[in-house]
């Protein structure tokens, strides 16, 4: 049975009513990323599994109620989550985190962004990938949403000492189609952190994303980093919103699924 296209105007509309927490799904609406995203959408709500990611992505927005309707149809399995406090309540009869942490959703503020210099800070695109890989190697904190076809967007931008790739910084997420992106993949080499590498290469990718008249322009940050928090602060970030971020287990839910939420 062939699957019905999702109704895009109405997962745009929706999601529009908040932009900035809705940034990476406004991103995932491009035609490109299309076929990696099943949408289920309620009366006013929307909830995102994003497939391009191994486990898949869990996002929801929306009025509560049409949630808690759309919440009943996810699949059981593993998922990577980003849910707010209100969400994570909602779906909690079925939710078995195995990890989750508090995050804050930054926005930037253009007007406070006080610039990039050029000076040590290179851009990186596909040729660069091994050294890349090779720079974020087996460390605990490296990223965790780092795909080589993200350095296709040519924001990416590193430092490099005596020969070797030290910091780096670039996107998860890019859309001049609907106007947003997300700063991410943000890491220095452990021994040369604390001399402002990640500010400047972060400082370069937001010069690069302005110069694209994106209109919105977010990250993820964890809440007990606050070093990080200072630095993206200083480019002109501000905390927007709270929110979970995990891996855990959609369990079954004994309801079947509701015909609100079937795609028309």
């Known amino acids: 049975m062939t699957q019905p296209s999702p109704p895009v105007a109405k997962i745009q509309a929706i999601l529009e009513y ?21 949408w289920l959408v309620g009366r006013h709500a ?39 406090g209100t969400q994570r309540t909602l779906v909690r ?6 990890q989750e942490q508090r995050m ?16 040590g800070v290179v851009q990186l695109g596909p040729p660069d990938e091994d050294e890349i890989v090779a720079l974020f190697a087996d460390s605990p904190d490296r990223p965790d949403a780092f795909y080589p076809r993200q350095l296709e967007a040519k924001t990416f931008f590193g430092i490099r000492e005596d020969g070797h790739l030290v910091s780096i910084a670039g996107t998860h997420v890019l859309s001049q189609t609907y106007g947003v992106a997300a700063v991410g993949n943000v890491f220095t080499r452990p021994d040369r952190r604390g001399h402002g590498l990640g500010t400047r290469a972060t400082a370069a990718v937001v010069a690069r994303l302005l110069s694209m008249d994106l209109q919105t322009i977010v990250l993820n940050v964890s809440m007990d980093n606050q070093p990080a928090q200072a630095s993206y602060r200083k480019l002109g970030f501000w905390p927007y919103c709270g929110y979970y ?3 855990a287990e959609i369990t079954p839910d004994s309801e079947g699924p509701t015909e609100e939420t079937r795609l028309e």
Do not use: N
């Not at 940034?23 to 990323?33: G, K, N, R, T």
């Not at 009869?93 to 195995?98: S, T």
């Open 18 to 38: 908040d932009r900035i927490w809705c940034a990476y799904a406004l991103a995932d609406l491009d035609p490109s990323e299309m076929p990696k995203c099943d």
């Open 245 to 247: 971020e995990g891996l």
């Open 46 to 84: 929307v909830i995102l599994i994003y497939r391009g990611a191994e486990p898949p992505v869990l996002f929801a927005h929306g009025d509560p109620a049409g949630l808690e309707a759309c919440f009943r149809d996810i699949e059981p399995g593993a998922y990577a989550f980003a849910l707010t």
């Open 104 to 119: 804050w959703r930054m926005s930037l503020k253009p007007q406070d962004f006080p610039g990039a210099g050029d000076e």
């Open 93 to 98: 009869g079925r939710l078995r985190p195995w």
